[in-house]
């Protein structure tokens, strides 16, 4: 069962549009949600997060929306540039547990492909 | 600069062969993942551990096993390599009660 999903495998983007990235959870318990960027042959490095007590946060580029009621989060890159093609995951944790459940669960990715 | 490292990029195995990888972590943190990048199936847990000698299975541990003797290393052991072992292999550590967890550079292991 899958609690994390990324339902588009591929997203296909001109350079400078807006990319959209979505994700899906199914856990309640669900508290803070990341998203990973990750190159061929290197592992995933963090790029934004967001807490379940906002709606949105922003850094730069990237802005990430959280949609509690949805179970639903989604990724925008404005604009979108030739480096920020890579593979996007989404992830879920309880924030606040110390051992058994810290831990990150995530979605299937989404590759991206930014056209020059 | 926080620094996870995994002891091999690229790893050859044979069938039925045991097969260890390892991981360490320079940032003092408690908690230590192994998970597994498949295309089309994201990244799944195999095992954490959140102390030193301290594990927990994750959603996929079957065919594994670990060990944690030092809280800066976390190993992975395949105990008789199978070829639906073939993955990318990715360790990361973090600290309890923080969100973001830091990714060694992987490791891509063939069993053949």
């Known amino acids: 069962d899958q609690q994390v999903k990324q339902n588009s495998p591929s997203l296909s983007v001109q350079e400078g549009r807006i990319s959209i990235l979505n994700c899906d959870y199914t856990n309640s318990m669900f508290d803070y949600f990341l998203w990973y960027k990750k190159y061929p042959a290197e592992g995933p490095t963090f790029l934004i997060s967001i807490s379940s007590i906002k709606d949105k946060n922003e850094d730069g580029r990237f802005t990430v929306f959280l949609n509690k009621s949805a179970k639903h989060l989604s990724l925008h890159i404005v604009p979108s540039q030739p480096g920020d093609s890579a593979v996007y995951f989404c992830?879920?944790?309880?924030?606040?547990?110390?051992?058994?459940?810290?831990?990150?669960?995530f979605g299937g990715g989404t590759r991206v492909l930014v056209k020059p | 600069d926080v620094k996870v490292t995994q002891s091999s990029r690229y790893l050859v195995k044979r069938t039925g062969e045991k097969v260890f990888l390892e991981c360490v972590q320079d940032?003092?943190?408690?908690?230590m993942f192994w998970y597994r990048q498949d295309p089309g199936l994201g990244l799944r847990l195999i095992y954490f551990?959140?102390?030193?000698?301290?594990?927990e299975k994750g959603d996929i541990p079957e065919g594994y096993s670990v060990s944690r003797e030092k809280k800066e290393r976390f190993s992975l052991i395949l105990e008789s390599a199978s070829t639906n072992q073939t993955s990318m292999y990715l360790c990361?550590?973090?600290?309890?009660?923080?969100?973001?967890?830091?990714f060694g550079q992987g490791t891509r292991l063939t069993v053949v």
């Open positions: 551990s959140y102390d030193v000698k301290m594990k």
């Open positions: 940032m003092d943190h408690e908690n």
């Open positions: 992830a879920a944790t309880r924030a606040m547990i110390k051992a058994a459940g810290n831990k990150l669960t």
């Open positions: 990361a550590s973090r600290s309890p009660g923080k969100t973001e967890a830091f």
